[in-house]
Structures are given as structure tokens and as C-alpha cells.
């Protein structure tokens, strides 16, 4: 992820350059009007490589979801643009931008958005109908990313008979078995204790090594940052670089 960036003159990426996974350009989302008008975000210029791991930190009402919810097509800015692998999502139709939410997209949203009469194999399953992909295929899918997770045992389990950090990992499950290009998660170890907040962050680190998956990650959580590539805060509407991100060091699979 980077703030600042090389541009041809008709606004291009060079040629030169790999296409990052996600480019913002200033971007600006206010709500209401007049001088009543709230400036949530101001001017926000920024991109994401292919493969990375960019958290965002930030004060509460700092603009951190309402940043993760333009690219991920469920906003549209007040002004300037976003790309998605080169596509300028702010100029898509809204059926374009549903089909871009269910192939590329994954979500990990703070409040799990479990169905409560679905279990946790059937939550994740649902989810999978989407990009219309057959039931053996959707049950392997399934079956694999609660285990991923370690939550095998507990697939046949209603989300109330689960605990909430056992939620937030059917939730986890549930966008990466849609194995998208671009996971924005919106504080996926809320809840989880220091062990299996490091255990999810290692499966990501390990998904975006080996499959080139990007993840950008809204959190709170110091664990986090031992993790990301690059992290970033969100202050009065503006993008800040951190300083403080460690070297990235190989996924340790064993921890899966």
C-alpha cells in the first residue's frame, strides 16, 4: 500500500508497474448536506498490492468502515475513485458492482451476519450459492474453511449454541471459502483471545502469500500489527502511515 504513486498522463497505471489490488484516489464521502454536512472522509489517496495484508487503525467515527464499505462497492464516494484490478468501481452500474461483491469480494463484518436457524457448515454453504457453484463443490468449500478455523466439531451447531468468538470464526470461514481476490475485514479478531486472534492472522498471512489474496483489515487490535505488511491510521478523515509495522516474517503453518 502506498500514498504516493506513479501515474501515466491519461491517469493510468505505467505500464510497467503490476496493477495494485486496490486504488484509491481522492476519495471523499460526506453525509448530509449544507452546513450540516459531516466530512467523514476528506481526501483519501492510496493503494494496495496484490498479496498484502494493510490493516487500518483509527479513533472510533474516524472513517475506517465507512472507507472498507466504498471499496467494497456497499458505498459510493462523494467524490474521487476507487479501483478494484484496474476497474473503476464508482462508475459501475449497481449490477456490476452486486456481481464484483459476490465473485471478488470477500466480507468479514463485526457483527458475523449469521442466519440464527442456519449451522455453521449451512451459514457458510449459503454464502457459496452465490457464486452458483455446485453442492459437492460448496460442501468441500465448506467443510474446509471451518476446519481451516478449528471449528470441525462444531460444524452441525446453530450460531446460538455457539460462543461469540466462535461466531466471528464461522464468519471468517464464510469469506474465505468464497476464496475471493480482496478480503476486507472489519475487526476479525474482535472478541477472539490473544491465541486464536494470532491463529487467524497466520492463516491469513498464509492465504496471502500462497494464493495472492489481498486483505485489508480495520482493527483495534495490537496483535494485528505483527502480522500486516503495512498498517495505517484514519485521523480527522485523512490516511497516515504507521511507522511501527515489523518485518513480516514466514507464516508459521504450524500455529493452523
Not at 481522492?26 to 448536506?33: A, Q, W
Not at 466530512?39 to 490493516?55: C, N, Y
Amino acid at each position: 500500500m502506498r500514498l504516493l504513486q506513479r501515474f501515466s498522463k491519461n491517469g493510468k497505471h505505467d505500464n510497467d508497474t503490476p496493477e495494485p489490488s486496490v486504488r484509491v484516489s481522492h476519495v471523499k464521502r460526506s453525509f448530509g448536506s449544507g452546513e450540516r454536512a459531516v466530512h467523514v472522509l476528506k481526501d483519501i489517496t492510496m493503494q494496495v498490492e496484490k498479496g498484502q495484508l494493510v490493516a487500518l487503525y483509527g479513533p472510533s467515527g474516524s472513517g475506517k468502515t465507512t472507507l472498507l464499505n466504498l471499496i467494497g462497492a456497499l458505498d459510493k464516494p462523494t467524490g474521487g475513485e476507487i479501483f478494484i484490478d484496474g476497474d473503476d468501481i464508482t462508475r459501475m452500474g449497481e449490477r456490476r458492482r452486486a456481481r464484483l461483491r459476490r465473485q471478488q469480494i470477500g466480507f468479514i463484518f463485526q457483527n458475523y451476519t449469521l442466519i440464527p436457524t442456519y449451522t455453521a457448515l449451512e451459514n457458510i454453504d449459503l454464502a457459496l450459492r452465490l457464486p452458483n457453484l455446485g453442492y459437492f463443490e460448496r460442501r468441500k468449500r465448506a467443510k474446509a474453511a471451518l476446519e481451516a478455523v478449528g471449528l470441525s466439531a462444531w460444524a452441525s451447531h446453530l450460531p446460538g449454541e455457539l460462543s461469540g468468538g466462535q461466531q466471528q470464526r464461522v464468519a471468517i470461514a464464510r469469506a474465505l471459502a468464497l476464496r475471493p481476490t480482496l478480503i476486507l475485514a472489519d475487526e476479525p479478531t474482535s472478541g477472539l483471545d490473544t491465541r486464536t486472534s494470532r491463529r487467524i492472522m497466520t492463516l491469513f498471512q498464509h492465504i496471502a502469500r500462497e494464493q495472492q489474496t489481498t486483505f485489508l483489515i480495520v482493527s483495534h487490535d495490537p496483535v494485528v500489527i505483527d502480522f500486516v505488511d503495512e498498517a495505517y491510521d484514519l485521523q480527522d478523515g485523512a490516511i497516515h502511515p504507521r511507522f511501527n509495522v515489523p518485518e513480516v516474517a514466514e507464516p508459521v503453518l504450524e500455529a493452523i
